[in-house]
T-cell receptor
Framework: EAQVTQNPRYLITVTGKKLTVTCSQN?????MSWYRQDPGLGLRQIYY???????DKGDVPEGYKVSRKEKRNFPLILESPSPNQTSLYFC?????????????FGPGTRLLVL | GENVEQHPSTLSVQEGDSAVIKCTYS??????FPWYKQELGKRPQLIID?????GEKKDQRIAVTLNKTAKHFSLHITETQPEDSAVYFC???????????FGAGTILRVKS
C-alpha cells in the first residue's frame, strides 16, 4: 500500500531534550516536506527536500533540522525543543515538486514540550 | 513572500445547502491552487486543484473557480452532506513553484 508513515504518533518531552520524528514514504517520491499545524495558522512549512541530499528552509525553520540521506526517509530533528514547538507535525511527499502536484500527508505527530 | 488569506474561518450550513470558501493570494506568479480536506483527527487530503490556465474545474459536488485578475479562488460544495464536515485548506504555490503556502483553514459544519 502506497503511504507516508511517521513515528512516533504522540510524544511528550521536556525542554532541551533532543528528539527525532521519522518520516518514510514508499512511493519513490522525490519531494518531501515537513509542516506544523497550529490552530488559526493553518499548515506552515518547516523544511523541504527536492531529492537526496537537497534540502531547503520553509517558512518556519528556526529550531529544526532535517536530513535526506535516502530517498524514502526525511527525519525531523529538534536539537533543543522548547514549549513553542508544541504542535501537530505532518510529513508530506509528492512525486517531483511540492508546488505543482498532489502532496500525500503522513498521519501526523502530536508533540507536547513541557 | 506569498500570503494566502482564507475566509470564513468557520462556516455552518444546513444539510443540502451550498457552501463557499474563498481565498486570496498575493504572488501574481502563483499558478497552482489546491484544496485539501482534513477530517477530525486525520491527515489533510487533496480534494480538488486548479491551474492558472483554467477558470473553473468541477468534480461531482465540488468545484473551484479562479479569478487571476483579482487573485482569488473559491471552493464551492453543493448539496452538502454531514460527511462534508471537516477543515478545508486552500493553498497557492510560491514563485518558483517548489512550495505551497496554505491558508489558515475553514471549519465547515453541516447540520442535519
Amino acid at each position: 500500500e502506497a503511504q507516508v508513515t511517521q513515528n512516533p504518533r504522540y510524544l511528550i518531552t521536556v525542554t532541551g531534550k533532543k528528539l527525532t520524528v521519522t518520516c518514510s514514504q514508499n512511493m519513490n517520491h522525490e519531494y518531501m516536506s515537513w509542516y506544523r499545524q497550529d490552530p488559526g495558522l493553518g499548515l506552515r512549512q518547516i523544511y523541504y527536500s527536492m531529492n537526496v541530499e537537497v534540502t531547503d528552509k520553509g517558512d518556519v525553520p528556526e529550531g529544526y533540522k532535517v536530513s535526506r540521506k535516502e530517498k524514502r526517509n526525511f527525519p525531523l530533528i529538534l536539537e533543543s525543543p522548547s514549549p513553542n514547538q508544541t504542535s501537530l507535525y505532518f510529513c508530506a511527499s509528492s512525486l517531483l515538486t511540492g508546488g505543482h502536484e498532489t502532496q500525500y500527508f503522513g498521519p501526523g505527530t502530536r508533540l507536547l514540550v513541557l | 513572500g506569498e500570503n494566502v488569506e482564507q475566509h470564513p474561518s468557520t462556516l455552518s450550513v444546513q444539510e443540502g445547502d451550498s457552501a463557499v470558501i474563498k481565498c486570496t493570494y498575493s504572488d501574481s506568479a502563483s499558478n497552482y491552487f489546491p484544496w485539501y480536506k482534513q477530517e477530525l483527527g486525520k491527515r489533510p487530503q487533496l480534494i480538488i486543484d486548479i491551474r492558472s490556465n483554467v477558470g473553473e474545474k468541477k468534480d461531482q459536488r465540488i468545484a473551484v473557480t479562479l479569478n487571476k485578475t483579482a487573485k482569488h479562488f473559491s471552493l464551492h460544495i453543493t448539496e452538502t452532506q454531514p460527511e462534508d464536515s471537516a477543515v478545508y485548506f486552500c493553498a497557492a504555490n510560491k514563485r518558483g513553484g517548489n512550495k505551497l503556502v496554505f491558508g489558515a483553514g475553514t471549519i465547515l459544519r453541516v447540520k442535519s
